[in-house]
């Protein structure tokens, strides 16, 4: 028996030969490495002081949470099982790893990542670490939270339960509303 | 110079990048991700305006190299790829400066900035001009007092260590860092084009 996938990411590719920019979706894109991604979250882990990792989640946040309110926006997606599926999907999309909240309320939320950019490219680059390191994610499901709801960003705080860079065979977040 | 930047640009821009059922995008030798341009801005400004005033120099030079190395391995991918190959390589006449213009026509054609060559002087320095860049996109108004393009600085001298640098070295060990960049000119601060110049790291 065949399943129907109820909800997919549109992606809506566009190359300006003028200005030599990607956009996906109406928002500038482009393509960055495992080297890159892995020296960002070291710099942010680095620099306690003025709480870098807090930095790298939040300018992640930001950023995904505009990309995903637009979305919905545009594409009039109200019901809340297909902005789930969707936050899953972009997420893949973008080549981050793969998602799935495991459930979901407008004051709590987990979600795990059995695969990650961050985590496997951190370990590919430098071996494991016992503390999480993939504060782009952390920010990304705080993003999808939020605009899951309609609510500002900023509005859940999240943890890292578990992380693959530290051994475990998936990376889990707890959400709540802050 | 032989390399058909048109050509390049066309061709190039057009390569597409699909995650795998595990959400990841195995290419050129690295894992590559294709993000929104503000995921990487936002935390570039938050941090470099964050920090003491006097660890800012500090801050800028981790986020050049973390280009600095996205560059130098990921470009040593693109240049011994297959799409780098088959459209890039039959008009290469003269390594590995040709190499430089094409990979410069290729960091366009991928959105990271619409730059060339504009002198090169084999072994020694090489002046990029960068005309659009995505960096620059944290000024909506106004100008800054310093540049902010990390991401052309570190890639523009990891091209030069791939050229000039020694053979390629995956663990980074030899042949990286052997240029350094300074960014002269920036959109960001007013400028009509970002201007970059690489030297020797010496």
């Given at each position: ?26 928002f ?13 979250c ?47 999907e ?55 939270m ?11 705080n ?19 509303r802050? | ?161 791939l ?20 960014q ?19």
């Amino acid at each position: 028996m065949s399943t129907e996938q109820l909800t997919q990411w549109v992606v809506d590719h566009k190359f300006d030969r003028d200005t030599c920019r990607h956009s996906v979706n109406g928002f500038d894109a482009v393509l960055h490495c495992h080297h890159y991604a892995s020296l960002y979250c070291q710099l942010a882990d680095d620099a306690e002081s003025f709480n870098g990792s807090h930095l790298l989640q939040r300018s992640s946040e930001l950023s995904f949470y505009d990309v995903l309110s637009d979305y919905f926006t545009k594409h009039n997606v109200q019901n809340l099982d297909e902005r789930v599926a969707l936050t899953e999907e972009y997420w893949k999309t973008c080549g981050f790893g793969t998602l799935k909240f495991d459930h979901v309320g407008e004051l709590s939320a987990a979600a795990h990542m059995d695969h990650s950019h961050v985590d496997e490219g951190w370990i590919k680059k430098w071996g494991k670490r016992d503390k999480p390191v993939n504060f782009i994610g952390q920010g990304y499901v705080a993003a999808a939270m939020a605009a899951i709801y309609g609510l500002p960003s900023g509005s859940y705080n999240v943890y890292e339960t578990d992380s693959i860079v530290a051994g475990a065979d998936a990376s889990r977040f707890s959400l709540v509303r802050s | 110079m032989s390399v058909d930047r048109n050509v390049v640009i066309d061709a190039m821009s057009q390569v597409k990048s699909e995650s795998n059922d595990e959400g990841l995008i195995p290419a050129f030798n690295v894992l590559v991700t294709q993000a929104p341009t503000s995921r990487w801005n936002n935390f570039a400004d938050l941090i470099t305006n964050s920090v003491d005033p006097e660890l800012k120099p500090a801050a800028e030079a981790l986020l050049e190299n973390a280009a600095h190395e996205c560059g130098y391995h990921t470009g040593y991918g693109i240049i011994t790829s297959e799409e780098f190959d088959a459209i890039c390589n039959p008009m290469i006449q003269n390594p590995p400066e040709d190499v430089l213009h094409a990979a410069f026509a290729v960091f366009t054609a991928w959105g990271w900035a619409k730059s060339e060559v504009v002198e090169l002087i084999p072994g020694e320095k090489m002046v990029v001009r960068a005309y659009d860049y995505y960096e620059s996109d944290v000024v909506q108004r106004g100008t800054l007092n310093g540049p902010c393009a990390y991401m052309i600085q570190g890639v523009s001298a990891a091209f030069m260590d791939l050229a000039y640098g020694g053979e390629y070295d995956p663990s980074g060990q030899t042949g990286m860092r052997t240029f350094k960049c300074e960014q002269v000119k920036g959109i960001e601060c007013g400028d009509e084009y970002g201007e970059f110049v690489v030297t020797l790291a010496g």
